[in-house]
């Protein structure tokens, strides 16, 4: 089967010695991620577009001798006349798609991150539409499906970036300055793919979608079903901690003398786990950057990042007041500055009801639960209908190399899907 063929070919791409991925946004992996996808997609005859933020799509569309009555083509003539009034300032070609059915994910990963978190939605929203060719289904609006760049945030530091930007949830000017471990901007990274750092920025035919849906696969041992349907997203947020202190010799400073932000910050790891055990969330640093990172020497600052998620938007604030509270604490005594800075913060999101009761009744009512990964479909829910499928994950394990779902739920989600797109853009 086609979903085979795609996971075998795809697998080897951005592979690393730990088994794990890493395929990280604008570099040789993602460039050979993307270009497998287009290779895909034009195999299938779809249309294959990019936007201006570095999101990727490949269309199956109406065919337009099929159902497009005299009506429908005058609309589509309007609409495609509305963008052109609307006036893309930066010439950017615009199809005017309306109403659209989209599914799809992301291709990056975290360092070290699973081979399903992302690919699956994108490998099983090709399979899907093979399906539905197979069974001689054919859409009556346009059917799409998306590979959202940089979901991860682990190059440039803000997840869903990608579909922030197609959205308008991040100021364009913000995103170019973006930097990664080298100082490398957003900007710079996009402009050496051929991109127009300038033109980034909210997308009129993502925002006027009918519908997103994002297949992927389980991050804990929620599921136990094969497939199963998302209620909401957990609130959740990113913020960098940086201590500074004073760098010296590790042999001849004497403690007493010693301005060490290792300290306040090793204060501050603990702090964090007692504070979501505290209020019923989650936190975790897993991200450390030390400087000069010297066996021998006294650091001078470190700068570490909180992930802080729990099911209500009151307990992450709680959760990341008191971890600002003990590194503040803790800074003082050992006479370190520290700051707080939030990289990110993304609100809850409740599903749309409606979307996802008709896709419970399409798929015999598989189970519904809620998540606490952030995801695109969380993003574009803000100003589209959007419902989320998930696969199950026998051990839970995600963002590691052992990450895994069994080829037979994987087939189960392929059908769940193509039987939810042929529900929504086929009928
Ligand atoms: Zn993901």
Known sequence: MAFEEMWETLR????????????FSWTAADRECRAWFVEEARSRGLAVERDRNGNLFAWWDVEKNADASVGGLLASAASLAADAMAGDVHGEPVTGRRDAVLTGSHLDSVPDGGAYDGPLGVVSALAAIDLLRERGAKPRRPLGVAVFAEEEGARFGVACLGSRLATGAIDPARARDLRDADGVTWGEAMAAEGYDPEAIGPDTQLLSLACFIELHVEQGRALTAPVGLASAIWPHGRWRFDFTGAGDHAGTTRLADRRDPMLPFARTVLAAREAAMRHDAVA???????????????????AAWLDARAPSEEAVRATVADVRAAAEDAAGRDRVEVSLSEESYTEVVDFHAELRDRLAKALGDPPVLPTGAGHDAGILSAHVPAAMLFVRNPTGVSHAPAEHAEPADCLAGVEALADVLDELACR
């Not at 975790?284 to 470190?302: E, H, L, Y």
């Open 284 to 302: 975790t640093m897993g991200k450390v950057r030390v400087t000069p990172n010297g066996v021998n020497a006294i650091p001078s600052s470190v």
């Open 12 to 23: 080897p791409i951005g592979r690393a010695g730990s088994g794990g991925y890493r395929r």
